[in-house]
Each structure stands twice: as structure tokens, then as C-alpha cells.
């Protein structure tokens, strides 16, 4: 059998071809083909039969339909995008702050930085659902008892006690409404505080020595040198935080989208996810037009 002759480079690119090979295979089985069949679906009237589905092709009917006819979707599309919009900034704020506070020196840092990344180890496990309270319905006490530790009524009482609960109907809604999420905020910022650490412990020796030259005060130096620094990362955690956010499927609109699914309504679901994918695009696309004028990068 002849051999064949290849340099060493050719040889090298022929091992990484094949060694992408079986995830290439897999994302075009399970993952590009769907995603083409899923958008044709948005334009058909799919109607399941016995081993097949029957498509019709309906244009944008499921859209119009989507958009114009149902009741429900544009008023979940409308509460995801107010949920997102006030629940973000609270993320990457609450985020750089124990980020900050982490990446100091003191006596059990470490296991501080290990409970901040808890939540992303087990954030769609069975202890999530014991804590929010979504297991305490199978009538276990233990369940329901452990869930209620984490409810927000205490910060509400706090809040009345030192008079800002109550001074404004629509104040109090707004500190209402994240109050009661409270939890389910913290619990987002895992992924968030790990890419800011990172940011801050990348800051040089160098701007620091310069800054305490200068006598720079701290908070001189948070806005002069470590907001500057850690600024494109607070486009990634922000673009990371938007998608996180969208793509919940707790939220209201991924919820419909699901049960028309299982409804056997492909068509109009498939129509519903890619309107609410578009509409993602595009919020982050106008996140990085505003932030790419604003984030500093060091040459």
C-alpha cells in the first residue's frame, strides 16, 4: 500500500480536521439542521401526522398572527424586555461590587469566592427549585420550610422601617418587585463576578504604582483606573447577562413559546422564537453601539 508523502504542517492540519470532525458532524446534525428546519417551520402551517408532519406553506400568517392576533405575546414580549431592562443594571452593579470586594485580601477569601460561584454549579439543579420554592408544592414541610428562609419580607420591613417603603405608590411597586426577585438576582451573578475578578486581578502593577504616586483616594482610583480596565468586560458581562436573561425559560415569553409547542403548533412557535431571536440581536446590537464609544482598551 503506497504512503503518503506529507510534510509535517499538512500532516498537523490533518489531524485537527479530524479531530473537529465529530463535533462538526454533531452541530450539523443536532444543531444546524434543526435551526434551518425550525425557520421554515415559521413560514408552514405544521400539522403532525402518524411518522410525519404535514406542511403547508402559509407565508408570514404566523407572524401576523403572532404579532396582531394573539393576546398574550406582545404583553410577555413587553414584560421580558421591562424585567430585563431594570434587572441588568442591578446584575453588573451588584457584580463589580463583590467582584471588588473579593479580590481583596482578607481571612477566608477563598471560601467567599467559592460561595459566589455556588449558584453556578447548581443553578438548574433540584436545590434551585427547593430554595425559590418551586418543590415546596409536593407537600414536603421540609421543602416549604427551607424555601421560606429565602423569602424577601425582611427587606421589605427594613425598607418600611427607615420610611422610603410607602412614600410613593410607584416606588414601593419598583422596590417591591425587586425585592421579591431578590434571591433569583443574586443567584444570576455567578458567571458575572468570575469575568470581573478576572478583569480586576488583570489590572497592572504599574497603573497601580502611578495612581499612589499621584496620591490617588480610592475612589479616585475606582473611577480613573479600574472602571477604565475592567470596562470591556463589563460589555461581556452585560451582552452575557441580556442573553441569559432573554433565554430563561422562566420567563414569560419562553414559557408560551414551549406550551404552543406542545400544543402541536409548530408553525406559530417557530414564528414566536424567531421574532423574540431577532429582537435579541437587536438590543444587542444597540448595547454594543452605545458601549464600544464608552469602553476604554489598553494598547
Not at 406582545?74 to 431594570?86: C, D, E, H, I, P
Not at 483616594?217 to 472602571?227: A, D, M, P, Q, V
Amino acid at each position: 500500500m503506497p504512503r503518503l508523502n506529507l510534510s509535517y504542517e499538512k500532516r498537523k492540519g490533518l489531524y485537527g480536521y479530524g479531530f473537529i470532525a465529530l463535533w462538526f458532524i454533531g452541530a450539523l446534525i443536532f444543531f444546524i439542521i434543526p435551526v434551518v428546519k425550525s425557520f421554515k417551520y415559521s413560514f408552514e402551517d405544521v400539522t403532525p401526522d402518524i411518522g410525519n408532519l404535514i406542511e403547508n406553506w402559509v407565508g408570514i400568517a404566523n407572524y401576523k398572527r403572532a404579532f396582531l392576533t394573539d393576546p398574550d405575546f406582545r404583553k410577555n414580549l413587553t414584560s421580558v424586555l421591562g424585567q430585563t431592562a431594570w434587572q441588568t443594571p442591578i446584575i453588573i452593579i451588584f457584580s463589580l461590587f463583590v467582584a471588588i470586594i473579593i479580590n481583596q485580601k482578607f481571612r477566608g477569601r477563598t471560601f467567599a469566592r467559592a460561595v459566589f460561584f455556588l449558584p453556578v454549579i447548581i443553578a438548574t439543579g433540584p436545590v434551585y427549585a427547593i430554595i425559590t420554592g418551586d418543590l415546596s408544592t409536593s407537600g414536603t414541610a421540609d421543602a416549604d420550610q427551607f424555601s421560606s428562609m429565602f423569602s424577601a419580607d425582611m427587606v421589605d420591613e427594613l425598607l418600611e422601617f427607615v420610611g422610603i417603603y410607602g412614600f410613593n405608590d410607584k416606588l414601593t411597586e419598583l422596590l417591591s418587585t425587586m425585592t421579591s426577585d431578590i434571591l433569583n438576582l443574586v443567584w444570576k451573578c455567578g458567571i458575572q463576578i468570575i469575568i470581573f475578578l478576572s478583569a480586576l486581578q488583570g489590572i497592572p502593577t504599574s497603573a497601580k504604582e502611578a495612581a499612589a504616586i499621584e496620591g490617588a483616594t480610592s475612589w479616585e482610583f475606582f473611577w480613573k483606573i479600574t472602571l477604565a480596565y475592567v470596562s470591556p468586560m463589563i460589555l461581556v458581562n452585560l451582552v452575557y447577562t441580556i442573553i441569559d436573561t432573554f433565554t430563561d425559560p422562566t420567563n414569560k415569553v419562553m414559557e408560551q413559546v414551549l406550551q404552543i409547542q406542545d400544543d402541536w403548533k409548530y408553525g406559530l412557535s417557530a414564528a414566536m422564537a424567531w421574532s423574540y431571536f431577532a429582537i435579541v440581536l437587536v438590543v444587542v446590537g444597540i448595547i454594543f453601539a452605545i458601549m464600544n464609544k464608552v469602553i476604554y482598551y489598553d494598547n
